[in-house]
């Protein structure tokens, strides 16, 4: 059973909280970071990037730069541009893009849930990059960066959420890229109290989003436990700053594929290899969306095709059976030659976010060919994730992003 708890929030005060919410950490590279920090000043994502506040030539992993963004942090509080909240609180988190919403809860979770597998993953973490994030909670001495959760909807929990956003809320603005952050502070102990008991009635939490965060959070966690052997259970390094979502609120977004060339084949040649496992279909420059699963779109020297997953190719299995497995199953090897993803320099990736525009414009400059996916659904990944198995590498897109910056959990 689930164990979700509230805490005593570090946030922005309310006038400044537009100007200090940033996007994650991982959405930037270290130049664009930059100019997001010289742009606005306030934003967060100087402690979450304080290699910022460095030569662009000095190591972002050095020990310096993570002392600096505690040092950026420690500012921010003592010049009253954070401030700590008097009681333990729950907060309801509403984030609207495009006339859609979806809330959440923030909350703090629990790092034996995560070691039990009350907390279930579906992705595997790569050690530098948890050393990185290890680094910045451990220093910091807090979560800067919520982690982006989803359970099985529970009415409960949505009816006293829905209530207390009819109260006033804390924040309300509208970031630049368009989305609206509202946020409501759950305050009052009878409605704590029937949110964290509803929570002990969910069997499982899924990651949704942030992995290599989750798996820094636990391990500073457990750092911390060795060197405080008669700690209770109850202090806060044994949580982690979580942002819980009802799953029918979840939008996941495809996660399109881009490649540089055709393995040395011909067009025509490519086209016969591609049609062993798909039945193929052109039509032409209008751009292709899939609309169903086991369908693909598929752009090629200015035309686009649809791609249907023949019978035999489909499976049952929650891994074998996700559409992202059966193009690099049957279409990515075995045509491509592209065996590993994650390390092949002939891929890239697109978020659905951009649009199919976007690859369009890739595949006229930079790449041969593209991939439109039809979105893995929150289901999935919940089968997934309750088998025990892995999903493959950019699997999901999760739109709209959770802001850093809007709420810190301390450690101590």
Not at 29 to 44: C, D, G, H, Y
Not at 130 to 158: K, M, S, W
Not at 160 to 173: A, G, H, L, P, T
Not at 242 to 264: A, C, E, T, W
């Amino acid at each position: 059973m689930a164990t979700v708890r509230p805490f005593k929030a570090l946030r922005p005060k309310e006038e400044v909280a537009n100007k200090v919410a940033a996007l994650p950490y991982d959405v930037y590279n270290r130049e664009e970071a930059l100019q997001e920090v010289l742009k606005e000043p306030l934003s967060f994502l100087k402690v979450d990037r304080a290699e910022t506040q460095f030569h662009e030539s000095f190591n972002p992993y050095d020990i310096q730069v993570y002392e600096k963004a505690r040092d950026i942090l420690q500012d921010m509080i003592s010049q009253g541009i954070l401030i700590k909240e008097a009681q333990n609180c729950y907060y309801a988190y509403e984030l609207t893009m495009a006339g859609r919403s979806q809330t959440g809860l923030v909350g703090c979770a629990s790092i034996d849930d995560y070691l039990t597998n009350v907390i279930k993953k579906h992705e595997k973490t790569r050690e530098d990059k948890e050393i990185d994030r290890i680094n910045h909670v451990d220093i910091c001495a807090a979560h800067t960066g919520p982690i982006f959760l989803a359970y099985r909807a529970q009415e409960t929990i949505n009816t006293v959420i829905e209530r207390i956003k009819q109260e006033k809320s804390i924040y309300d603005f509208v970031a630049t890229d368009g989305v609206r952050h509202k946020v409501w502070r759950i305050a009052k102990q009878d409605d704590i109290e029937i949110i964290s008991t509803k929570f002990k009635n969910i069997e499982s939490i899924y990651i949704a989003d942030g992995h290599h965060r989750t798996a820094s959070a636990v391990k500073v966690g457990l750092k911390r436990r060795a060197d405080n052997p008669n700690y209770t259970g109850d202090e806060e390094f044994n949580y982690f700053l979580s942002v819980l979502f009802p799953h029918d609120q979840l939008m996941i977004l495809d996660y399109n594929r881009v490649v540089k060339d055709l393995n040395g084949l011909s067009k025509e040649e490519f086209l016969t290899k591609v049609a062993k496992n798909f039945i193929v279909e052109e039509l032409g420059s209008e751009p292709y969306k899939p609309e169903t699963k086991a369908v693909f779109g598929m752009y090629l020297e200015g035309v686009w095709y649809k791609l249907t997953a023949k019978n035999e190719i489909r499976s049952v299995n929650p891994v074998e059976g996700l559409d992202v497995a059966m193009l690099q199953n049957y279409l990515l090897i075995p045509v491509l030659n592209i065996k590993d993803i994650r390390t092949d320099k002939r891929i890239d990736f697109v978020g659905g976010i951009r649009g199919l525009k976007e690859l369009e414009k890739r595949v006229s400059t930079d790449m041969k060919l593209a991939f439109a996916m039809f979105p893995t659904s929150i289901n999935e990944l919940f089968e997934v994730s309750d088998a025990g198995e892995l999903m493959p590498p950019k699997s999901t897109w999760f739109e709209p992003k959770l802001r850093s910056g809007l709420f810190i959990h301390e450690l101590r």
